[in-house]
């Protein structure tokens, strides 16, 4: 009897590494789908308005009454916008990563859309003292560009992220 527990014990100390091994595994993977959604939403939201990319000036933060470019996308997504009720951020997926236990529910999301990439900006002096100010949101040149990624390294240093050409990976 002393023997089998033993050799359970054993067994059972071999396989808990793989299983927490498979877990990390499962989250990245559910990350990557959430990724993949919001691709899918960005294409989708390209579609409709003439190749533009959502507007956002600043990270997304329900607290700070900011949400774009989630609020742009949610349309395309089949899952509600993150809530902002007394005090307390309920988020799900694919708002929210599988892995953060803390961003999204300040925040309301996990991921961060990277407007400066995609967007250009520019000034220029129109009459003394008045300037016109430009924005072309049009998708990034470069199909490796990030648009949207995890907004810490949580998957074991590593970062999922949505690229320009609708890629998903770190």
Known sequence: MIVVISVVGVLVSLTVPALAGVLRSSRRAACAANLHAFGQAF???RATYKDLMPFADAPADLRAQRASPFDKL???VDAPMPLL???RIAVAA???CPVDHTYALDTGFSYYYQ???TMAVWAAEVDAGYAQVQFARRQADDPQ???LHDFRPWHDGHINALRAD???GP
Do not use: C
Request: proline share 14%.
């Open 43 to 45: 294409a989708l939201y």
């Open 74 to 76: 949610s349309p395309y």
């Open 85 to 87: 009720a007394q005090d």
């Open 94 to 96: 694919p708002y929210r």
């Open 115 to 117: 407007p400066s990439l």
């Open 145 to 147: 560009t990030k648009i």
């Open 166 to 168: 609708g890629s998903v």
